[in-house]
């Protein structure tokens, strides 16, 4: 007699493709880091898709697995399973040659630490050069390149400068012109504001939304500030490395002509359907191991097992 396997592998999903025509699309992400004999599922199948010309706050604990996250989206890391893609970039079957071209045009990277994203022998306008320098772009059209760049950050006037010669705003701004330099569809900028305050802080994330807005370029930022979160039209939450509840932002004008924003927050489903229930939602109805759900003609509702 033969045993039953106790579970089952789930059916692989019909219908269109997980994210056709999304510029991002990560599906059951797994990336587990292993350190002699303790292992750490840092992503533990996420879902993520970004459309073209989004900018997306990705926010969660420290811990929750981010970092992990937007290091594999920029090329730097390699997932250990799952399904990861940007734009016509597949992330888990990628050549050398491939991920060096793609790190050095399809992405730019911004990183927390100011220090990190700079070299402190250059000035900033040789920092901006450096990317291009390196994709062999005609001298001329860096030099016209790098000043754009600056200008449209707001820091042309620091062309000259080299990084401890600017402000910690300015440094990132710097950093982000870097990251732009070779024309990316995508930048990714991991907490590029945690080492700022406030005020600095608003300016640079003021100046990410510009290039989002201005320039079209995709954005996915870490950041752990709430204040800059609630700026954006998507905030996506991520617990235990996996994409728990997404918040969307819109602007709706009343009666009298105001405009407000009005923040809804969605729990996410994954393909096989599972959702996370809120905390504070199980306790209040004692929802444990076994829930009833039933179809209504236009919802799901969800009752204890009593
Ligand atoms: P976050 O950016 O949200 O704070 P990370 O992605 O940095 O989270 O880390 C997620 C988990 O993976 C953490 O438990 C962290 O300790 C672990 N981790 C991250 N990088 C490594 C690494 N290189 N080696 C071992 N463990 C790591
Ligand atoms: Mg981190």
Request: proline share 6%; charged share 25%.
């Amino acid at each position: 007699m033969t045993a039953t396997p106790l579970s089952l592998p789930v059916p692989p999903p019909k219908g269109p493709e997980f994210g056709a025509g999304a510029l991002i699309v990560c599906e059951s992400l797994v990336r587990i880091y292993q350190t002699g004999s303790i292992e750490v599922q840092a992503l533990q199948g996420l879902d993520l898709i970004v459309e073209s010309g989004e900018m997306v706050a990705v926010v969660g604990a420290s811990g929750s697995g981010k970092s992990t996250l937007l290091s594999i989206l920029s090329g730097i890391d390699a997932p250990t399973a799952g399904r990861a893609r940007v734009d016509k970039w597949d992330l888990l079957a990628m050549s050398r040659a491939d991920r060096v071209r793609y790190r050095r045009h399809a992405v730019g990277f911004v990183r927390q630490q100011t220090s990190a994203n700079l070299v402190p022998y250059l000035t900033a306008r040789e920092m901006v050069d450096l990317p291009m320098v390196a994709a062999r772009v005609p001298a001329r059209r860096r030099r016209e390149r790098s000043r754009e760049l600056l200008d449209a950050l707001g820091v042309g006037a620091c062309a000259d400068r080299r990084p401890a010669q600017l402000s910690g705003g300015q440094q990132q701004r710097v950093a982000i012109a870097v990251a732009l330099a070779n024309e990316p569809q995508v930048l990714f900028a991991d907490e590029p504001t945690g080492e700022l305050d406030t005020a600095t802080s608003a300016e640079v994330f003021g100046a990410l939304r510009d290039v989002n807005r201005r320039l079209g370029v995709t954005i996915v930022v870490v950041t752990h500030d709430p204040g800059v979160s609630g700026q954006v039209e998507r905030t996506v939450a991520i617990r235990d490395g996996r994409t728990s509840s997404e918040v969307l932002r819109r602007t709706a004008t009343a009666d009298n002509g105001d405009e407000h924003v009005i923040a809804e927050e969605y729990a996410v489903m994954d393909r096989a359907g599972r959702v996370q229930i809120p905390r504070d939602y199980r306790e209040a109805l004692a929802l444990t191991r076994r829930v009833r759900l039933a179809l209504e003609p236009d919802h799901v509702t969800i009752r204890p097992d009593a």
